[in-house]
């Protein structure tokens, strides 16, 4: 029995002997699979093809987040933005119906019955100097208050701020309602100043900087893109608007709008607002028509404009064109004009519609109203007009017009 077990024991130890030699032999195997061979060969990088890395790249390529860099232009121009304070003495009405719209429905302006006392209208807002040696541009609102009107008699006190802390009292060299500038002068020279860009080659979405002090925190800067160009909103009588989405508030009137060259392209001037406060739509007068206006104020004093007198007018639609007799529903219907207009000195009717000036097609009455004042004073101007049906045209004088208010 002894003999047998040893037997039997010895057989098991050669079993598992064997068992165990297949596994350490397949792990091995296993492992030699992984790593043996020869040494991987890398190889050589290949010329990518259609990747964005091998292709030109635009300004649009850039990496998300990465902005031009405006801080050399915020420091270069900020010292140019002005603080405006304007305090002017105004009659108010004793009445204690002033504002009350049912007592002004039923008896009208009565105010001067209870007499008026002398009260003080004071204003904040922004400016830009233009000339090194004291021209400052801002808005009229800035200047003349809520009333939008300068009285002769008693011009408003005008105090300027500027970057450096220094105030100075100054003088209004000219105002213009129409377009809701005015243009300043104070006794001073070698004034930072901020070149003028052409408005007219900005490009929508192109980036611009806000400069001004909103709810009066002096000189600052807020980025946004150009949003629209030639925008009319009906708020002055002359517009050609620069939409934009930088930050405009309160106290940024009268500011400077610059490009990204640190020019100045438009004066900001109001914002389209349900709470007070931004909202992404701002307005500013283009530096083109600005200049223009300068140069009104200095060579004359006031804005020259032309003028071929009062129009009331009405963009023509399919009923009233189908009305007046005319082909199509182009051009401004002449609803009513002045008697002793050049317009109707020279022909022109109601039930006229005019479809051009000087050769430029209209179909708003803010364009046609921008280009009769733009028109040469003393010169003709050439109205095509379509009366039952047939196109003619009439020769109409221009003659000036004045802002000045008296």
Known sequence: MTSVRRLTLALLLVVCGF????????????????VAGPAPVTPAPAAPINTPASLPQSPLAAPAGVLPDFTGVAERTVQAVTNISSRQVVQRPNSPFANDPFFQHFFGNQGDLFGSR????????????VSADGYVLTNNHVVAGKSGQISLRQLPEITVGFADNREMRAEIVGVDPSTDLALLKVDASGLATVPWGDSSRLRVAEWVLAIGNPFQLNQTVTLGIVSAVGRRVGISAYEDFIQTDAAINPGNSGGALVNAQGELVGVNTAIFSQSGGYQGI????????????IDDFLKYGEVRRGSIGYLELVPTTPRIADQVGSPDARGLLVNRLSRNSPAAAAGITPGDIIVAFNGEAVTDPSKLLRLIQDAEIGGIATVRVVREGREGDVQVPVQSTSSRQQ
């Open 118 to 129: 002398r009260g003080v209208q004071s204003s904040l807002g922004s400016g830009v100097v």
């Open 282 to 293: 701002g307005f500013a007068v283009p530096s083109n028509l600005a200049r223009q206006v």
């Open 19 to 34: 068992v165990i030699g297949l596994v350490l032999t397949g792990r091995l195997r296993s492992a030699d699979v992984a």
